[in-house]
């Protein structure tokens, strides 16, 4: 079991930055692939970004890619998430997620075992 908790969101003006953190309890975070996705007012969630239990791999949306940056450190059972240069489009709720096995470009969030109860991000133009 893992649950994770996320902070970090806030009201920013565009071409602004802002670090989300997720932290994970349990004993096994390392083992774990994490994501982040975010979900904006009467769409779909949205995947962003997920990274490998090593840290090694990553991968993005082309919506973010060049902006926005994940890491991890398995130490301190934390993901984060630094978004740089930011833009209205990117307003929304901002999930971490958690996905047990092997590593791969998992864009669906069905494919995930855990989820964070989101933490908003508004970027005002």
């Known amino acids: 079991q893992v649950q994770l908790v996320e902070s970090g969101g806030g009201l920013v003006q565009a071409g602004g930055s802002l670090r989300l953190s997720c932290a994970a309890s349990g004993r096994t975070f390392s083992s774990y692939a994490m994501g982040w996705f975010r979900q904006a007012p009467g769409k779909e969630r949205e995947f962003v970004t997920v990274?490998?239990?090593?840290?090694?791999?990553?991968y993005y949306a082309d919506s973010v890619k060049g902006r926005f940056t994940i890491s991890r450190d398995n130490a301190k059972n934390t993901v984060y998430l630094q978004m740089n240069s930011l833009k209205p489009e990117d307003t929304a709720v901002y999930y971490c997620?958690?996905?047990?096995?092997?590593?791969?470009?998992?864009?669906?969030?069905?494919?995930?075992?855990?989820w964070g109860q989101g933490t908003q991000v508004t970027v005002s133009s």
């Open positions: 990274i490998s239990w090593t840290g090694d791999s990553t």
């Open positions: 997620a958690a996905r047990a096995g092997g590593w791969g470009r998992n864009t669906s969030p069905y494919l995930y075992d855990y």
